[in-house]
């Protein structure tokens, strides 16, 4: 393998060949560092040393595979139709997201994030603005009714998140019809996202301070539509698919992580959970109304692939009934704060004061201020913990904007879900992990 | 407080050494590079089970900046957040690194989930981690000059780079 360097002496970012390999990179590349004792690790680098190199071959998954779910690019060390060893190579659908974030303004910032986990755009949206509204001072002045509205859409778009896993796992595995349906679904949640904020995706809907506006008239029918339309159609899906014995013998076993594994790589959200680790940010460290509201954590066993899918098809139906108390206590107010530093005028006022006019135009073109700090906000998106980190030096541009992204941390568990596996399962692992790469590279 | 009276030792509360300061409500340890590891690995041993993020901020633009407890302000900083999943706490740790010798022990051995934002963050800051098994870049190709969220690498007048494009 040639390794380019011009000016630069890092070296390739490819999986090495098994004579290249020396004892630390094996050993990093087998997960044996998961706080194994020395001698199973020397037992696990033995049987990998076993294979000779004639008999293994290096090959490329992706970036172009269907399977992939975007560009991401996995080498794969095979003996047959075994995995001995795995690298995830990103960065294909890296535009600079975080760079760019520092050129725009926090009102501006929100048509970034959004734009990183194009699969949950409401939740890039919240935790930015959570953010931006914690190091203002005022994430505890935010309108009741915005706060509600926020957790309506956020559930929405975990739910719709979710049917396209449904949908994807569903073609990554050939059961095609599912593919279809888990889209038809998902559609109905964006149809029903285009009408309250004008996009069906990347919305720029949750800003700091509250939303862009107040739900449409005849909001709650719609919502009531899609929650009173899901459940026949999720059991249908629980016959087709669940209760299958195809189904079944395809993920069961497959992919398995154990608790340990996972948390010492950082995995969170439905992976973390399929462990038998009861963890969501939503009950265990509460933002928005989130402890007013009654709703289980789905916890799986065997941290295999059939576990992750159980999980996010009964986190839909819990996302539902999160909605249903939502619908019930949503209450009426200001959607946004009126707090004239961060707060637009209403449209009605432009053509009536000077003033409104000019405040307008200062707040859309030079942005707010925001005092210097920094701060770390973590919420719970369909995928994992979703963190902003943001450092402010008092400017109306962000200092420094991160995104904690759960898939750039998930997708370090693939090498552990495939070792020993077969190559025709790779494509199960990857579906259950549920990488959107957006986010990944940003 | 008055400026003088700002130092490690008269902060009000310190944990494994590093002074705590509390960051809109958020709480934080300033750790130094020497302490760093032991730190981490003190954490761990105290419930902070899980290396959620791990990031650089290259403070090349806030050169008059201070911090608190009178440590020397350096161009870099790597800000790792850890969590607790048994307590429901997290604690962020600030670890200052000079431009002169960008380096930092790394985290692998202790959390081995921060392999890939240590390799981010050397892609992003030029930060290398010393001891970290595969130091490459991971989203900039393997041919990139420069690191591209330094504040001295300038937005949108780059040439191409890519290989074997015409620039």
Redesign the interface.
């Known amino acids: 393998m040639t390794?380019?360097?011009?000016?630069?002496a890092?070296?390739?970012?490819e999986l090495l060949s098994r004579s290249e390999l020396t004892a630390?990179?094996l050993?990093?590349e087998v997960?044996s560092?998961?706080r194994m004792s020395e001698t199973e690790a020397a037992l696990l680098a033995e049987v990998e040393t076993e294979a000779p190199e004639d008999q293994t071959m290096i090959i490329n998954m992706g970036p172009q595979h269907p399977s992939t779910h975007g560009v991401l690019r996995l080498m794969l060390e095979l003996q047959g139709e075994t995995v001995l060893r795995c690298k995830p190579i990103?960065?294909y659908l890296?535009t600079?997201m975080?760079?760019?974030g520092e050129?725009l303004t926090y009102m501006q910032g929100g048509t970034n994030v959004t734009r990183m986990d194009y699969l949950s755009p409401l939740n890039n949206e919240l935790v930015f603005s959570m953010a931006v509204e914690?190091?203002l001072?005022i994430d505890g002045d935010i309108p009741e009714r915005a706060v509600w509205m926020r957790m309506l859409l956020s559930e929405l778009n975990r739910m719709s998140s979710h049917l396209l896993f449904l949908a994807t796992n569903g073609m990554d595995l050939g059961a095609v019809s599912m593919m279809l349906y888990g889209w038809r679904e998902r559609e109905d949640v964006l149809r029903f996202f285009q009408k309250v904020t004008g996009l069906r995706m990347n919305h720029n809907f949750i800003r700091p301070g509250g939303l862009a506006a107040d739900l449409p008239a005849g909001w709650r029918d719609d919502v009531l539509a899609i929650l009173e339309g899901l459940p026949s159609r999720l059991e249908e899906y629980d016959i087709l698919m669940t209760g299958q014995p195809i189904w079944r013998e395809r993920l069961q076993g497959v992919g398995v992580i154990t608790a340990q594994e996972a948390?010492?790589?950082?995995?969170?959200g439905p992976i973390l959970r399929s462990t038998g680790?009861a963890?969501d940010l939503r009950r265990?460290?509460p933002y928005l109304h989130y402890d007013e509201l009654e709703f289980d954590v789905i916890v799986g066993q065997y941290g295999d692939a059939y576990d992750r899918y159980s999980i996010r098809f009964n986190e839909i139906r819990e996302s539902m009934r999160i909605v249903y108390q939502v619908l019930e206590r949503m209450p009426s107010g200001d959607f946004r704060i009126q707090n004239k530093k961060v707060t637009p005028p209403p449209r009605a006022r432009i053509d009536e004061s000077m003033e409104a006019l000019i405040h307008h135009f200062k707040i859309f073109t030079e942005g707010f201020k925001v005092p210097e700090?920094?701060?770390?906000v973590?919420i719970e998106s369909p995928r994992g913990?979703i963190?902003c980190?943001i450092?402010s030096?008092g400017s109306s541009n962000p200092?420094?904007m991160?995104v904690?992204a759960p898939s750039?941390?998930n997708?370090?568990t693939m090498p552990h879900m495939m070792r020993g596996g077969l190559v025709a399962d790779a494509v199960a692992v990857i579906s259950s992990v549920d990488p959107v790469l957006g986010e990944v590279?940003? | 407080m008055s400026d003088s009276a700002d130092t490690v030792e008269n902060a009000v509360e310190t944990q494994h050494g590093c002074p705590v300061q509390d960051s809109l409500g958020q709480r934080v340890l300033h750790a130094s590079r020497e302490q760093y590891v032991s730190v981490i690995k003190a954490l761990a041993d105290e419930g902070y089970e899980m290396c959620v993020d791990l990031t650089g901020v290259d403070y090349l633009e806030m050169p008059h900046r201070t911090i608190r407890f009178g440590i020397q302000p350096e161009r870099f900083e790597v800000v790792v957040n850890l969590l607790s999943l048994s307590q429901r706490k997290r604690v962020r740790l600030r670890v200052q690194v000079p431009a002169a010798d960008a380096t930092l022990p790394t985290l692998f051995d202790v959390h081995p989930g921060t392999e890939a934002h240590e390799r981010e963050t050397f892609d992003m800051f030029g930060i290398v981690f010393t001891g970290h098994p595969d130091m490459t870049r991971i989203l900039m190709p393997e041919d990139w000059d420069g690191h591209p969220l330094r504040k001295d690498y300038s937005q949108g007048s780059i040439p191409v780079q890519f290989k074997g494009a015409n620039s």
């Open positions: 390794v380019v360097s011009a000016g630069t890092e070296g390739g970012q630390k990179e050993l990093r997960g560092v998961l990103i960065g890296h600079g975080e760079k760019t050129a914690k190091l001072g948390i010492a790589l950082g995995a969170t680790v963890w265990d460290m700090g920094e701060v770390y973590a913990e963190g980190y450092v030096d200092y420094r991160h904690r750039f941390v997708i370090q590279d940003r």
